[in-house]
């Protein structure tokens, strides 16, 4: 298994800034990934986020707008760049240990823009 | 592309009522998962079923892989508060639409 550890848990930005969101992971893996949920609704992965490459985005999704850090194999970095009201949403950050066969998820980081 | 079609995608019953969540597709699956979702938590995986024709329960929910693996199914029997979420089925990358779940009291 895995603890994921998110944040922040939440925050409220003003338009036009930029929001660094951190996950931490208790061991190693190799792939993690970033969804963006609305509440109630399902889950749209942004990210794939692969150590010592760059991340690969879903279609929609841009690294000039979602820059991607992985500096290791413990954790990564989300930024929400240039923020419009638009981009409030929860932010997941998920993890597949090889042979474990299921996905384990922080527990999200709610971001309101004003 | 694979598509993962949930139903309904709203429920709201009466504890001790019975119910069923869909989760339909055209494409054949190797495998599906079921998670759960509170709110201000990340997803929990309940299952994962593998085999066509596959029937797995935990307590009182009962879950089934359709022979053809193209679909699958989630039954409550006797609901509970703490049964209140978001049930997602799940293929790798592929997320069905969700299920939110009310139990009232």
């Known amino acids: 298994s895995a603890v994921i550890s998110q944040k922040p848990s939440r925050d409220i930005c003003q338009r036009g800034t930029s929001l660094t969101i951190q996950c931490q992971v208790d061991?190693?893996?190799?792939?993690m990934f970033w969804y963006r949920q609305q509440p109630g609704q399902s889950l749209t992965l942004i990210a794939t986020a692969n150590q010592g490459s760059e991340a690969t985005y879903e279609s929609g999704f841009v690294i000039d707008k979602f820059p991607i850090s992985r500096p290791n194999l413990t954790f990564s970095t989300l930024t929400v760049s240039n923020m419009s009201p638009e981009d409030s949403s929860i932010y997941l950050c998920?993890?597949?240990?090889?042979?474990?066969?299921?996905?384990?998820f922080g527990e999200g980081s709610r971001l309101t823009v004003l | 592309t694979q598509l993962l079609e949930q139903s309904p995608q709203f429920l709201s019953i009466q504890e001790g009522e019975n119910l069923t969540v869909y989760c339909n597709s055209s494409s054949v699956f190797s495998s599906l998962q079921w998670y759960r979702q509170e709110p201000g938590e990340g997803p929990v995986l309940l299952v994962t079923?593998?085999?066509g024709g596959e029937v797995k329960k935990l307590k009182r929910l009962t879950f089934q892989f359709g022979d053809a693996r193209k679909d699958s199914s989630l039954h409550i029997t006797a609901a509970q508060p703490g049964d209140t979420g978001l049930y997602l089925c799940n293929y790798q990358l592929i997320w069905g639409a969700g299920t939110k779940l009310i139990i009232k009291p």
């Open positions: 079923v593998v085999t």
């Open positions: 998920s993890v597949s240990i090889l042979g474990a066969g299921e996905l384990f």
């Open positions: 061991s190693q893996v190799t792939m």
